[in-house]
């Protein structure tokens, strides 16, 4: 997301109001990420499928490169500075003082919805939440 970017300044509230959903399903994604460290997937236990498992958790949640944790992390600090930027932008273009309240968005907001396959394995108790 770095770099530069044109918005139209009646767009922005709804595009600060897609960016938090979007924060909140990366916020999500950490969630489920960290929670793989205490609940590590095996399919059997052997010393191969246990050694999976660690692998998976470890890709899943280590701060290493190239992990979904490490790239989360980095995700999210990107989509929180665009929304700091677009805030600001938008307080500009209300001629609004720093730190006063902005308009909340009232609008639809794009909601991400989760695979169905997910949301079976999640109903079925295949998969801790």
Partial sequence: MSGSYEVDPEALPRAIAELKEALDCVLDLQSVSSRLE???????????????????????SSPESGSLALTL???????LNTIDNFEDMLREYLNLEE????????????????????QQLVAGGHLAI
Avoid: C, Q
């Fill in 99 to 118: 730190g006063a309240t902005l308009p909340e968005y009232e609008g639809e907001v794009t909601k991400f919805e989760y695979s169905k396959a997910y």
């Fill in 38 to 60: 205490f609940n590590k997937p095996t399919r059997g236990d052997d010393a191969i499928s246990l050694n999976a498992g660690e692998e998976f958790v470890k890709l899943a």
């Fill in 73 to 79: 992390m980095k995700l999210r600090d990107e989509i």
